[in-house]
């Protein structure tokens, strides 16, 4: 079945360093890419998408690029700040009978120091 | 725009009670999903509805079931509870589902 792997956390950093979370997927056709952000006591929050090979999302200074020949879709970030700890949900979907039921990583968890 | 509201935002209950979570999606929003997240099994998806109807089902018994309203609104309904059913369920809704989902803040169920 479709799946998705991310790395596991939790990753700590200091302000300012560069991010990269990994993420992989096994689908079975041709999927839509996500990124999703859960802050402590809150839902999912859509971060960004991709939804044919080679597209980069982008949003809030994060960037994913959907790599169909290495399916992946590694979420990255320049510069993080202690605001963007959080848990980061890779996920996919697939059209099935109208429906796209997203498909999660078991999620990663980004610690920030100052 | 109001996002996805979750009612209750806590919930209580003991082991062989029932429980009915209630879920308003986004304005316009016909698809609304269903997940358990738990920090052994992460996010698990329990079913969606789509204009009332039951579009899809996830890999849960029986006690778990869900319906949705001619507005959109959705409920879940657990009976039987278990001390395995404690867990934040998580309501989501879209237009189509392939531009992505927007959840609510969940609903923390703790069963003793």
Redesign the interface.
């Known amino acids: 079945g479709d799946s998705v792997t991310q790395m596991e956390g939790p990753v700590t950093l200091s302000e300012e360093a560069f991010l990269t979370i990994n993420c992989t997927y096994t689908a079975t056709g041709y999927p839509?890419l996500?990124w999703?952000v859960q802050y402590p006591?809150?839902?999912?929050?859509?971060l960004l998408?991709a939804?044919k090979a080679d597209d980069k999302g982008s949003n809030k200074g994060f960037e994913a690029t959907y790599r169909k020949e290495t399916t992946s879709f590694h979420l990255e970030k320049g510069s993080v700040q202690v605001s963007d700890s959080a848990v980061y949900?890779c996920a996919l979907?697939l059209?099935?009978?109208?429906?796209?039921?997203?498909t999660?990583?078991?999620?990663t968890s980004l610690i920030v120091h100052p | 725009k109001a996002g996805?509201t979750?009612t209750p935002r806590y919930l209580i209950k003991t082991r062989g009670q029932q429980v009915t979570l209630s879920c308003s999606p986004i304005s316009g929003h016909r698809?609304v999903?269903w997940y358990q997240q738990t920090p052994g099994q992460?996010?698990q998806?329990l079913f969606?509805y789509?204009s009332e109807t039951q579009?899809?089902k996830g890999n849960f018994p029986g006690r778990f079931s869900g319906r949705q309203f001619s507005n959109s609104r959705s409920e879940m309904n657990v009976s039987t509870l278990e001390l395995g059913d404690s867990a934040l369920y998580?309501c989501?809704s879209?237009q189509?589902?392939?531009?992505?989902?927007?959840?609510?803040?969940?609903t923390r169920l703790t069963v003793v």
């Open positions: 839509s996500f999703y006591g809150e839902g999912l929050q859509l998408k939804t949900f979907t059209a099935s009978g109208g429906s796209y039921i997203p999660f990583g078991r999620g | 996805v979750q698809s999903s992460g996010l998806f969606e789509f579009r899809n998580l989501a879209s189509t589902g392939g531009s992505g989902y927007t959840f609510g803040s969940g």
